[in-house]
């Protein structure tokens, strides 16, 4: 693995915790230092931190608070 992609990952713990969690894809950094792109994807599919996971999460607890208002009423 190249120099650059270890600081990238030292970094960026949430990654560094990903990749930790599935060895899988060292195999893929080893092979090619730009797949860490790739998988910062991945993580983010995977822990559901991408842009539409966190608007439906909003979404998600305005209709609890919504409920709450309601039963409150």
């Given at each position: 693995?190249?120099?650059?992609?270890?600081?990238?990952?030292?970094?960026?713990?949430?990654?560094?915790?990903?990749l930790?969690?599935?060895?899988?894809?060292?195999?893929?950094?080893?092979?090619?230092?730009?797949?860490?792109?790739?998988?910062?994807?991945?993580?983010?599919?995977?822990?559901?931190?991408?842009?539409?996971?966190?608007?439906?999460?909003?979404?998600?607890?305005?209709?609890?608070?919504n409920t709450?208002?309601?039963?409150?009423?």
């Amino acid at each position: 693995m190249s120099i650059e992609t270890q600081f990238y990952l030292n970094n960026n713990l949430l990654l560094k915790r990903f990749l930790h969690e599935n060895p899988m894809y060292y195999k893929y950094l080893n092979r090619d230092p730009r797949f860490v792109i790739e998988l910062s994807k991945i993580m983010k599919e995977k822990y559901k931190i991408t842009l539409p996971d966190k608007i439906d999460r909003f979404k998600d607890k305005l209709d609890m608070l919504n409920t709450f208002i309601d039963i409150f009423n």
